[in-house]
Structure formats: C-alpha cells, structure tokens
C-alpha cells in the first residue's frame, strides 16, 4: 500500500516512495486524473496536510502548505508522474497575509461609514 497525503477536505492523494515535502510524487493514468489532483491542491486544502503511510499511520502533518511547482511528464506506458513541489508558508508570509486581512476589513469599515 502506497503513502497518502490528506488534505484539509479529506481529499486522499497516493504518493510515490521517496517523497519529501518539496518533491512528492504522484502517478495518474490520465492528463485529467493528474489535472484532477493538482487542482486539489489549493490555500484551503493545503492549510491542513497530513502524510500517512502504508501501514495508514500518521508519519508527518503540516499547516499552511503552498504549492511552488508542479513538474509532469507522460511516462513510456502512457501513465503521467507528476512531481509537487511544497513548502511550509514563512511566518512572514503568515503575517502580511493577516495584516492584508484586517486592511482590508478596516476599508469595509470605513467605506460603511
């Protein structure tokens, strides 16, 4: 049995042997099944990740991932291995994102006046 990265919404991807957070590995057996996977792979649902493994046992969990790169290619028997790089976001990013937030309610607050 393969690992498993879980997403936020329960999604369950299977990942290659071998992967880290910045190269994890996946095999689709269509263009649209990797399109599928990928598009999974957003802020909401990288906010919470947790990696299992074969024995369905927590080996790694995660919060506010995002996704760098995605690399693809078509393999000789027409299966595609898709290789997603992540990182954990810095506590800077963390910070300008929040502060973005409450700018942006201040505007609402203001403009409401």
């Known amino acids: 049995m393969k690992d498993k990265l879980i997403l936020k919404d329960q999604t369950t991807i299977e990942i290659e042997?071998?992967?880290s957070l910045s190269a994890i590995t996946v095999l689709s057996s269509t263009k649209e099944e990797m399109v599928e996977?990928?598009?999974k792979l957003t802020k909401e649902n990288l906010s919470v990740v947790e990696v299992k493994n074969g024995d369905n046992i927590t080996i790694a969990?995660?919060?506010n991932l995002i996704l760098v790169s995605e690399t693809s290619v078509v393999l000789e028997d027409g299966?595609?291995?898709t290789v997603f790089h992540l990182r954990e976001r810095t506590q800077t990013e963390i910070d300008i994102e929040e502060l973005k937030n409450d700018m942006n309610a201040l505007n609402e607050a203001i403009g409401g006046m």
Request: hydrophobic share 25%; net charge neutral.
């Open 17 to 19: 042997p071998g992967a």
């Open 37 to 39: 996977k990928w598009d």
């Open 79 to 81: 299966t595609i291995s």
């Open 61 to 63: 969990n995660y919060t």
